[in-house]
């Protein structure tokens, strides 16, 4: 990957140098994939009054945890903000947009090119990400976990903490669900797993999990992608 530039450059990793989204160039898909998922400091420039809220008293509101309790029709919203300041600001070109990447993206960026059964390859348990592990076991007595597992994360983590693929992507497939959707915008789906997932089938790349664009859950958050 080349660095980031101040400018976008087709081929180059970006970062807005205003709400500092980071962005990675990715020639598989020949656009920009957010580097993170969208964090709650990052979306209140959007909604100042978004709360993500709580869990048992921790906290899934810190500045950089990922905004969760947002709906694909939220999600699609901040898109098309930060698509419009973008545009007012000309750093990007007519034709450049911001929006959710569909579920096929989703599965490319998921799988770095390469047949894989989770995110972070075929072993089990996971070698890194957020899901429902060890400690949240200790704090929530009936949680169910992934045996063996331990992130040290009792709820959402910190965007850079939630484990790089071997694209420069974090926390694809754990911390949040992932808005998507299918091919010809007909219908919405969850990818991934998230802080709350332990189960194997939930895991997989392959798994898709269709909601309503409507709906608002704890552990449902989004990733932008920039196309050309």
């Not at 140098?17 to 959007?46: C, M, Q, S």
């Amino acid at each position: 990957m080349t660095k980031n530039s101040t400018r976008i450059v087709r081929g180059e990793n970006w970062k807005d140098p205003v709400l500092n989204v980071e962005f990675i160039w990715l020639p598989a898909l020949e656009f920009w994939v957010g580097k993170h998922v969208t964090t709650n400091a990052e979306y209140r420039a959007f909604n100042a009054a978004h709360d993500s809220g709580e869990y048992e008293g921790e906290t899934l509101n810190g500045d950089r945890q990922p905004v969760v309790q947002v709906s694909y029709e939220d999600a699609m919203a901040y898109c098309g903000w930060f698509t419009e300041r973008l545009r007012d600001r000309n750093a990007i070109q007519n034709g450049q947009f911001l929006r959710l990447p569909s579920h096929q993206e989703w599965t490319v960026f998921a799988s770095c090119g390469k047949q894989k059964e989770f995110p972070w390859g075929d072993e089990w348990p996971p070698i890194y990400g957020n899901y429902a592990d060890e400690t949240a076991r200790r704090k929530y007595r009936d949680w169910e976990h992934i045996a063996g597992y331990d992130d040290h994360a009792t709820v959402t983590c910190p965007v850079e903490e939630s484990g790089a693929n071997e694209w420069g992507l974090w926390g694809v497939g754990g911390n949040v669900y992932e808005w998507t959707f299918q091919a010809g915008g007909t219908s919405c789906e969850l990818r991934g797993g998230s802080w709350t997932t332990c189960q194997k089938e939930y895991l997989r790349i392959n798994n898709r999990y269709p909601r309503e664009p409507s709906t608002r859950l704890l552990n449902f958050g989004f990733r932008p992608v920039l196309v050309l």
